[in-house]
């Protein structure tokens, strides 16, 4: 069955130290893969995407994600995170040719230590 | 620009009661989706309209349905609700492949009690 996981449901963090999130998909071609931040209380705001190309993508606040084929993942990253970082990430998929069916993982929720 | 808004903000229902959850955006997006968020799962669609005119089941469709009633606004009703459909509610919107960002409400919290 296609599906997106995001097998961390929590994680901690201290300020400073780097981050990755993990996300792993399961579909027959590579979809389309986005990776949305959510602050408390708040909607979800695209931080980057992935089409094709270069496998790393650069997006919005420091944040990078590496496409990996052969593990089907699509790994979030930040070198040093700071405390403004606290959210709740999540991985989306959307299948290619597929009449844009927009899934989400169940969401990893980032906790910052001073 | 209001980009993406959704009615009520809040809602508490009695269990049976139905209602109509509406979104309208200003964006000019082919594509439209509505979500519900609950602790631990995420977002799950429960439905989507790629284009004006069409529908289709996301996730878990039972106990909702929709209307796109034209290519700015996509409801939602709940013609029976029950306590498992206490959830927030999110709609978003795509403006044209499934490559573009999407854009959110920002949330229907729906209690059934």
């Known amino acids: 069955a296609q599906s997106v996981t995001q097998p961390d449901i929590h994680i901690t963090v201290s300020e400073g130290a780097s981050l990755e999130l993990r996300c792993n998909y399961s579909?027959?071609?590579?979809?389309?893969l986005f990776w949305y931040v959510q602050s408390p209380g708040q909607g979800l705001q695209l931080l980057l995407k992935y089409f094709s190309g270069d496998t790393l993508v650069q997006g919005i606040k420091g944040f990078e994600a590496e496409f990996k084929r052969s593990q089907s993942s699509f790994n979030l990253r930040k070198p040093s995170v700071h405390w403004s970082d606290a959210a709740e990430y999540f991985c989306a998929v959307c299948p290619y040719n597929a009449g844009n069916m927009l899934t989400f993982g169940g969401g990893t929720r980032l906790m910052v230590k001073p | 620009n209001a980009g993406v808004t959704q009615t009520p903000k809040f809602q508490v229902l009695k269990t049976g009661q139905s209602m109509t959850l509406q979104c309208a955006q200003d964006?000019?997006?082919?594509?439209m989706y509505w979500y519900r968020q609950d602790p631990g799962m995420g977002l799950r669609l429960i439905y989507y309209?790629?284009?004006?005119?069409?529908?289709d089941k996301g996730e878990v469709p039972n106990g909702y349905n929709v209307s796109r009633l034209n290519k700015r606004e996509f409801s939602l009703r709940l013609e029976s609700a029950a306590p498992s459909q206490t959830s927030v509610y999110f709609c978003a919107t795509l403006r044209g492949q499934g490559k573009s960002e999407a854009f959110f409400g920002q949330g229907t919290r729906l209690t059934v009690v």
């Open positions: 579909y027959g071609a590579t979809p389309y």
């Open positions: 309209s790629a284009s004006e005119g069409t529908t």
């Open positions: 964006m000019n997006h082919n594509s």
